[in-house]
């Protein structure tokens, strides 16, 4: 096995990292739902005000994963927290460490900046993922159910705020 290494995404990894938004996207059977395109993704990493940040796994100069994440707060605790949006391993680079790798420098990233709470979600039939977060000792919050308003759905709630 060759040594991997972990570092902050680019510009240059744009192509490469949307490879592997389609790659995940296949792999959670939500393929028909990838609308992301180059333009859209440096505008969220490089803007002034990015919506996001994001890490990539490199073995033998290769592309073998990534994470990307983004600032959360606890109102009940007034702790500061990162929200892993998503935490994907190329299928040849699996079982080698690099999710825990890349999980572990997101991890740290979050305590240079005092925060002390990591989350994320994980597909309910994904025994991989849901297994290797058990492993890490993660906490897994059944109690909690995930909403999402996308689309008309949220053009209809955000135009009531303009006729009030």
């Not at 991997?4 to 490879?19: F, G, T, Y």
């Amino acid at each position: 096995m060759t040594l991997a290494s972990i570092r902050p995404v680019e510009r240059r990894d744009i192509p490469v990292l949307l490879e592997m938004f389609h790659e995940l996207a296949d792999y959670e059977r939500l393929g028909h739902l990838m609308r992301a395109e180059a333009a859209l993704l440096e505008r969220a990493l490089f803007s002034e005000a990015p919506a996001a940040e994001a890490l990539i796994a490199e073995r033998d100069d290769e592309a073998a994963g990534y994470a990307v994440f983004f600032p959360t707060f606890s109102t009940f605790l007034c702790i500061q927290g990162i929200w892993l949006e998503d935490l994907f391993v190329r299928p040849a680079h699996r079982r080698d460490g690099l999710g825990r790798m890349l999980l572990a420098a997101v991890a740290a990233r979050l305590r240079e900046r005092d925060g002390e709470r990591l989350e994320w979600s994980a597909l309910t039939w994904n025994d991989l993922a849901l297994d290797f977060y058990h492993g890490l000792g993660a906490e897994r919050m059944d109690d909690w159910v995930t909403h999402r308003l996308i689309g008309k759905p949220l053009e209809r709630l955000a135009a009531e705020a303009g006729r009030r």
